[in-house]
């Protein structure tokens, strides 16, 4: 069974940084993402991480957030620079199932349809 749990969450004044963790537990695939929901929006793929090393962004977190997996404590991180307002949410954790190293998924490594587990997510508030 598939468990992914977030941590790292919590309350950072704009401009400031905070580094999110998933530790993940059954799953080996590495294909995982961080996907946030902010107060009366839906859910957007913001980073995604395949095979420890090929990485996407949003272009909204291009350049201030890192995604990373460390394979040998299967956890995944968000490293997160620079915050603004607009980054408050609820950021969830998510791995898929199948293969994720090709074509099919160059294109949608952003896409919620694409994963298969979610962790129950870790709150960021980013105050003025």
């Known amino acids: 069974q598939v468990q992914l749990v977030e941590s790292g969450g919590g309350s950072v004044q704009s401009g400031g940084s905070l580094r999110l963790s998933c530790a993940a537990s059954g799953y080996s695939n590495r294909c995982m993402a961080w996907i946030r929901q902010a107060p009366g929006k839906e859910r957007e793929g913001v980073a995604a991480i395949f095979t420890d090393r090929v990485t996407f962004y949003a272009d909204a977190v291009k350049g201030r957030f890192t995604i990373s997996l460390d394979s040998a404590k299967n956890t995944l991180y968000l490293q997160m620079n620079s915050l603004k307002d607009d980054d408050a949410a609820i950021y969830y954790c998510?791995?898929?199932?199948?293969?994720?190293?090709?074509?099919?998924?160059?294109?949608?490594?952003?896409?919620?349809?694409?994963?298969?587990?979610w962790g129950q997510g870790t709150q960021v508030t980013v105050s003025s």
């Open positions: 998510a791995a898929r199932k199948y293969a994720c190293y090709n074509e099919y998924m160059n294109s949608r490594a952003l896409d919620l349809k694409e994963y298969n587990y």
